[in-house]
């Protein structure tokens, strides 16, 4: 019987629960960097989820019968400042952050996840494009350095005008001026990494 790695194992019990819940969901953050860009360091699993239906706490029941236990104590409360369930994968010691997903971009997000076989695992997992886009706009070192790994490593595939049309937007909601330019900052640090 082949080995599978701890991140494998969480996703194949993960997918089993969401496939009760509408089945909507995508990998992201580190484990999606991984698999886009290049290896890193990580402790930690994210996904984002639209519940169907939207029922917290049904859902941690869920979770919490395939081996996932809440990190924290009062969930409800948690949810509503964060939008974020943190489960702890009994398993294998990984923790796990489902991020519940809003309208507007998560679900753009939701409708461009690409299916990727992880281990044997089909794993719906953020688009290149929105990864890079997350990234920016979460803006932190971490964060920049992310986006440069996924450029550099995709650079020949990845659609810039779909990345840039998607920050322009943000700006616009976000009344914000500096997410184009830090992309553009990025892109011009993976080209002169080829060269």
């Given amino acids: 019987m082949r080995q599978t790695t701890a991140p494998a194992q969480l996703l194949a019990a993960v997918r089993d629960v969401l496939a009760g819940w509408g ?3 995508y990998l992201f953050g580190a484990q999606a960097v991984i698999l886009w860009g290049r290896p890193r ?3 930690d ?3 984002t989820v639209r519940l169907e239906p939207e029922d917290a706490r049904g859902f941690c029941a869920d979770m919490e019968g395939a081996g996932f236990q809440l990190r924290v ?5 948690f949810l509503a400042r964060t939008r974020v369930l943190p489960f702890l994968h009994q398993p294998t010691q990984l923790p796990l952050d489902v991020v519940l997903a809003g309208p507007g971009l998560e679900e753009q997000f939701l409708q461009r996840a690409v299916q990727v076989d992880i281990e044997g695992v089909a794993v719906p997992v953020i688009a290149p494009e ?5 990234k920016i706009l979460a803006g932190r070192p971490k964060d920049i350095e992310d986006a440069r790994s996924v450029l550099a490593a995709r650079m020949q595939t990845l659609d810039r005008e779909r990345i840039r049309a998607t920050l322009s937007v943000l700006e616009q909601a976000l009344s914000r001026s500096d ?3 830090l992309f553009e900052a990025q892109h011009a640090w993976a080209i002169r990494q080829r060269e």
């Fill in 41 to 43: 360091l990580t402790a």
């Fill in 179 to 181: 997410l184009l330019p």
């Fill in 73 to 77: 104590s009062d969930p409800e409360s």
């Fill in 45 to 47: 699993v994210d996904i």
């Fill in 130 to 134: 929105d990864l890079v886009v997350m």
């Fill in 23 to 25: 089945d909507r969901w």
